[in-house]
DNA sequence: CCTACCGATCGGTAGG
DNA sequence: CCTACCGATCGGTAGG
């Protein structure tokens, strides 16, 4: 049993770098297996299905994502744009802790049958929910512009962010925290040039956060 | 030869449509037929293998962004900024256009064979320059901050463009242009409140601009 | 564009 | 975790 509980988690960390590389459906259980060093048929000892396994990476990248970014949305003690800078960080934390994970999630849950998909596209819809909120707190507080248009840009910001998970390279020459804090005054200041303004801001989701 | 020629474009048009919705991978040379009402083999008929129908979506959606931002972004006599801000509506607008064609292009060209891939890559990469030298442009045209991070940016606003393709729908609320007046108000002005300045910006990027 | 067919591979099971 | 095996489906071909 605590044997099989690490076999699980090496079949389901196998998958989800292939899946990632090939895509669930190019992916075989043969090819799963041949990188464990096992027959193909001996993976049914310890998965039910092949969807089973994807279902439980996208199980556990959702689990992630929301352990990791929810308390922060929570948080009514911090101005919103200070919470939005630490989700971006959270976020992206999360895709370069575990690549195959994240990528897996938010590539190839397409994949699961239908009442899976239902299940994910709720979770996802209410993450994309909780970004979209800390704009409107942001617009509600006067921190964040009135004109803007929160649910497209939450849809943008997380494409953005998941975009990381993409090209992210561990030998590249950013790190997560660095990446997440140009995402963070990219989207808050933006790209043009304000010469009469103090850059990066003090204290709010500058360069110079966290 | 010429129903021929409308006919590739018949199963290159429902091939696309099927990929966006199942993947490459998922979707059999059989589904394709059937959503043509023809046999599987039939479609041998006209079409050499499947990675050649892939390949064919794939290479005309890169010759469409190509072809609609590529001369844009050359225009030495715009601004940067308002470079940047036609490039985005025009590269949403070829999304909008035919989404299963860019859908494809964007999601299934990992499918390809290595050399094929390889020639994709090649294209995107030279695609990801093009936004990234503007970018460059701007900055050393004094318009936008030169403490950006050119070719992190242009990597997010792509990848916030090509999400579009994930969720737009031609039913939606909002028009590929009201999209990307958006899309380049965040990128240019971000979400921050600026009591001060005037918004939108009078003649670059505002969301007054075309 | 069809019927008939091919070898290969797929996810998965039986029985140990 | 293995060997042996299953029916179904895959992309693709032959021959009309």
């Known amino acids: 049993?605590?044997?099989?509980?690490?076999?699980?988690?090496?079949?389901?960390?196998?998958?989800?770098?292939?899946?990632?590389?090939?895509?669930?459906?190019?992916?075989?259980?043969?090819?799963?297996?041949?990188?464990?060093?096992?027959?193909?048929?001996?993976?049914?000892?310890?998965?039910?299905?092949k969807e089973d396994v994807l279902w439980s990476i996208v199980s556990r990248a959702a689990d992630r994502f929301d352990a990791a970014v929810t308390p922060i949305a929570r948080d009514r003690t911090l101005p919103a744009s200070v919470r939005l800078a630490r989700m971006i960080t959270a976020h992206i934390g999360v895709i370069a802790d575990d690549l195959g994970n994240a990528s897996s999630f938010l590539q190839e849950w397409r994949f699961l049958s239908a009442d899976r998909r239902a299940q994910v596209a709720a979770r996802r819809d209410g993450y994309e929910a909780m970004f979209r909120g800390i704009l409107e707190e942001g617009i509600a507080a006067g921190e964040l512009d009135p004109l803007m248009d929160a649910r497209l840009?939450?849809?943008?910001?997380?494409?953005?962010?998941?975009?990381?998970?993409?090209?992210?390279?561990?030998?590249?020459?950013?790190?997560?925290?660095?990446?997440?804090?140009?995402?963070?005054?990219?989207?808050?200041?933006?790209?043009?040039?304000?010469?009469?303004?103090?850059?990066?801001?003090?204290?709010?989701?500058?360069r110079t956060l966290r």
């Open 153 to 206: 840009d939450a849809r943008a910001l997380l494409s953005a962010l998941n975009g990381v998970a993409g090209w992210y390279r561990p030998t590249g020459a950013l790190t997560p925290a660095q990446i997440a804090d140009r995402f963070t005054s990219l989207s808050l200041d933006g790209l043009r040039r304000r010469p009469g303004l103090s850059y990066p801001a003090p204290d709010e989701g500058g």
């Open 1 to 49: 049993m605590v044997s099989d509980v690490s076999r699980r988690q090496q079949i389901e960390s196998t998958a989800s770098a292939l899946f990632r590389e090939r895509g669930y459906a190019a992916t075989s259980v043969r090819d799963i297996a041949r990188a464990l060093d096992i027959q193909g048929a001996s993976l049914y000892a310890h998965v039910a299905s």
